[in-house]
């Protein structure tokens, strides 16, 4: 009886102290895990928690180095985007058009009078008067037709012509005579006459004498010129 009574203490005492175990493990598990207690041989097992998404307001981005997207140009802007590391948001921002720079074309522009260099928005530099050079002859006058002269700029190579007038007209009458049946007379190639004058004939000559059956010839010449301008039969 005692032995019995002896045995059911021990028991009592074995439950209370693995209670007392039970208070003292369950107090230093950390929050956010779960434990299960074994009674008989206290043992604790932990597991973590999945820990629930921060709110996106709360969120602070955290963002990679900006990256150019496109270039900006005098005519179109560029833009440029980063990543934030933790969430992939991409901010993009804009970059102002370039300012112009005037780039000047190394072939000259010209009109009558001046030359200039011309940038590509229209705008000119290096404006100024033409600088010739010397006249060149390239065609001569005559006096029956106008010559050509040019020049030309020492900058840009313009090219100035100019009309050469006619020169003065000396006449030069040809040796040989003109005639008609009335006058002789010397010509120029302009046209003009000189020396007009009426035939002086010489003395007739007989070039075929007459017979009883056909008639003769004779003829005279201009004494000045020399043409035979006159024929007469003879009966």
Known sequence: MKRKASLILICILILFLASCSADSSTESIPSGSTSTVSPLINEVTSEPSTPSPEPSNNHVHVFDEWIMVSNP???????????????????????????????????????????????????????????????VIVKEATDTTTGIRERACLVCSYKQTEAIPLLSHTHSFEEIWHNDINQHWHECTCGEKDSIANHIYGEWITTKEATES??????????????????????
């Open 73 to 135: 140009t005098e005519d179109e802007p560029g833009l440029m985007e980063r990543i934030c590391l933790t969430c992939d948001y991409k901010e993009t921002q804009e970059i102002p058009k370039l300012s112009h720079i005037h780039q000047y074309s190394s072939t000259w522009l010209n009109d009558d009078n001046q030359h200039w260099l011309v940038c590509s928005c229209g705008e000119k530099d290096s404006v100024a008067n033409h600088t010739f050079d010397e006249w």
């Open 214 to 235: 056909s008639s003769g010839l004779r003829e005279h010449s201009c004494r000045s010129e020399g043409h035979t301008h006159e024929l007469q039969y003879l009966p």
